[in-house]
């Protein structure tokens, strides 16, 4: 029997802006997303978050939907601009209910709120008049956030996640501009990077001086796929593992050991900021926890120069930095997403973090996949997804038997929502949404999820 620790955690996981909606209500401001999502061209057909999933208005039935699922905890994210209109200074009282209804609502069903402080909407007044990332007073605007946060809602908040993804942040939204702000370089990203992570340490010390009597631990959570090497030799080997480096260790070796992986040193030079001897002491031990978001894995070759088709999106960074080439197994199943279904990466990975960081605790705060869903006589048959979850659940019990801290899993996504760039027909959800009428439809995998909590189990 595949049984998983008693304490283990089950949750779900979404964010603001792919699902609240009321983009411009309840004394919003606007964000980069707002903006970016605006301009022709940058999203699939167009599509915003103006309406999402309507969370804002239907978070009770959501939260209805939740419970009837079973999972014990939901993390979502708190927009900035909810709660500071323009980033910095005055309070929105009514962002600030609106959240505070919503945790009080999740307490009431017996489900523990995660709450992630930024997941990408940052305040377009900070994008416009600070640079946004690339501002150097951002990680202090941030922290003054952060703390109204801890303020306010902390009394019932017990688990934290300072920042979803930075890699996402630098390298789709300042090097491949695919994402919010959109911009194009092969230096910003290091930089944008680099001010993220002192964010993220100041929130943690805010945190930790400030609010230490609330009781709760608060992380960061990272997003990284398995790179496995190519061929047995000893340089696709070392390939496989600068990527690794290049892709999460790039932020969480300044966390867990104080400054950047030695490998990202010596390839860019100045391009890669440093910290002072003061700074790298305020990062280092600035998590409680390991969060990792896992979707993918690809083959790492060493690149020997010959000129070929680089593979961009989700490539794991800049490549030329990194002299990797990064290819696929025919043989694999992908997702609507172009990513390869790879059960025994995720257990890899695992490992990996285990043995680099000492066996921290780890929680997956997102797995899932996409998929083209079909409403057939008003029920989704998603049995890919059911099989993708059975796949990588079974991986990460395998983890746990060897030894890995895990413990918990949140699945990507509670319902389906706006997936970013891609628009709304990229479906992560477990709950199907008809994005006219914004009905709910628990999906075939939604019930079996309802069966793994109630098991301990993903043996059916
Ligand atoms: C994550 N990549 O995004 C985000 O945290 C979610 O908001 C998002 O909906 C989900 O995963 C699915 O995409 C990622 O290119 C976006 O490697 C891009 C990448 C990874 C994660």
Redesign the pocket.
């Known amino acids: 029997m595949k049984k998983f620790p008693v304490d283990f955690i089950w949750g779900t996981a979404t964010?603001s802006y792919?699902i609240e909606g009321a983009a411009y209500e309840g004394g919003k401001g606007p964000s980069i997303w707002d903006a970016f999502s605006g301009i022709p061209g940058k999203t699939h057909n167009g599509e915003t978050g103006e309406i999402a999933c309507d969370h804002y208005n239907k978070f009770k039935e959501d939260i209805q939907l939740m419970k009837n699922m079973g999972v014990k905890a939901y993390r979502f994210s708190i927009a900035w601009t909810r709660i500071m209109p323009t980033g910095k200074g005055n309070i929105n009282e009514e962002g600030i209910q609106f959240y505070s209804d919503l945790i009080d609502a999740l307490l009431e069903a017996d489900i523990t709120p995660w709450v992630t402080l930024y997941?990408w909407d940052l305040p377009l007044a900070l994008q416009l008049e600070e640079d946004g990332w690339l501002g150097s007073k951002i990680p202090d605007y941030f922290a003054a956030y952060v703390d109204v946060c801890f303020e306010r809602f902390g009394d019932r908040v017990k688990n934290w996640i300072t920042l979803?993804?930075p890699w996402?942040v630098a390298i789709?939204g300042y090097g491949q501009g695919v994402f919010a702000p959109g911009r194009i370089s092969t230096s910003e990203p290091y930089e944008a990077a680099h001010q993220l992570l002192l964010a993220h340490s100041k929130a943690v010390h805010v945190y930790r001086d400030k609010y230490a009597h609330q009781n709760g631990q608060i992380g960061i959570t990272n997003?990284c796929?398995w790179r496995e090497p190519l061929t047995d030799s000893d340089l696709d080997k070392e390939a496989a593992e600068r990527a690794l480096e290049f892709f999460l260790a790039w932020f969480t070796d300044p966390v867990y050991l104080g400054d950047y992986p030695q490998v990202m040193k010596d390839r860019l030079g100045d391009r890669l900021p440093t910290f002072s001897e003061e700074e790298k002491k305020l990062i280092k031990g600035t998590s409680d926890f390991f969060g990792l978001?896992h979707?993918t894995t690809m083959y790492a070759a060493h690149d020997d120069g010959t000129e070929k088709e680089r593979c961009v999106?989700?490539n794991g960074g800049i490549s030329e930095d990194q002299d990797v080439d990064l290819s696929l197994d025919p043989n694999w199943n992908l997702t609507l997403?172009k990513w390869a279904v790879v059960p025994w990466g995720c257990k890899k990975l695992l490992e990996w973090i285990s043995k680099r960081y000492d066996s921290p605790k780890i929680y997956i705060t997102?797995n899932g996949c996409a998929y083209t869903d079909k409403l057939v006589d008003g029920e989704v048959d998603d049995q890919y997804r059911l099989d993708f979850y059975k796949g990588y659940l079974e991986a990460c019990n395998e983890a746990i038997e060897n030894g890995v801290n895990l413990k918990g899993y949140f699945a990507?996504s509670f319902m389906d929502n706006f997936?970013?760039a891609s628009g709304y027909d990229k479906r992560?959800g477990l709950h199907y949404v008809d994005f006219k009428t914004l009905k709910r439809i628990p999906k075939k995998s939604a019930y079996w999820f309802r069966k793994v909590t109630a098991n301990n189990s993903v043996d059916f």
């Open positions: 964010s792919q997941h979803n993804e996402v789709l997003n796929d978001n979707y999106y989700g997403m997102e990507w997936e970013w992560f």
